[in-house]
């Protein structure tokens, strides 16, 4: 798959090169805060090594896209989605604080939804947010997503039991939006 752009972004898929800033990422406990708990750099290098293998629609791995900015070639973030059925995914994004509240996940989130329901023909997304992450949920909100339910003591981190939101948007809904 190639690049994805935006007015402001280019988002193209995670290579052995974006090691560093992968693992920087996730050991950012401000990022992590509602994602997961520490873990070792082993654990980091399987999921940054699951999500490198050539990717196409219909692929069990997820679409990670680095998202850098387009001027500066600045590492902002990554995002993508996976396809959990034949006819919908989950999309997921995490972004260095320094980039947070610029509308750069926003951004990129458009960018994977026009690539999922048009290059992937998806029915669906849907996305599980830990409640209390507000930041996320506006990402989702601005893009279209609905508020669909929340799982009571659905995720477990730092020993406490949280709350899960789902949404999901529709290919209908944000064609038409």
């Given at each position: 798959?190639?690049?994805l ?10 290579s052995e090169a ?12 401000t990022?992590m805060?509602?994602v ?10 399987a ?5 490198l ?9 997820w ?5 850098r ?22 999309v ?5 604080p320094?980039?947070q ?18 290059s ?11 409640a209390g ?12 997503f609905?508020l669909e ?29």
């Open positions: 798959m190639n690049a752009q935006t007015s402001r972004l280019c988002l193209s898929p995670l974006d090691w560093p800033l992968f693992l920087a990422l996730q050991q950012d406990s990022v805060r509602y997961s708990d520490p873990r070792s750099e082993e654990e980091i290098r999921a940054f090594e699951s999500r293998p050539r990717w196409s629609p219909g692929c069990a791995h679409l990670c896209l680095m998202v900015e387009k001027e500066s070639g600045r590492a902002l973030g990554v995002t993508g989605y996976i396809q959990r059925e034949p006819d919908a995914g989950e997921g994004f995490l972004f260095f320094a980039a509240g610029r509308g750069y996940g926003t951004e990129s989130l458009r960018a994977v939804c026009d690539f999922a329901f048009s992937g023909e998806l029915r669906r997304l849907s996305a599980t947010v830990t992450n507000f930041a996320s949920r506006g990402a989702l909100e601005k893009v279209g609905r339910g929340e799982l009571r003591e659905s995720f477990q981190l730092a020993g406490e039991w949280h709350n899960d939101w789902l949404f999901g948007l529709l290919s209908r809904e944000y064609r038409s939006r």
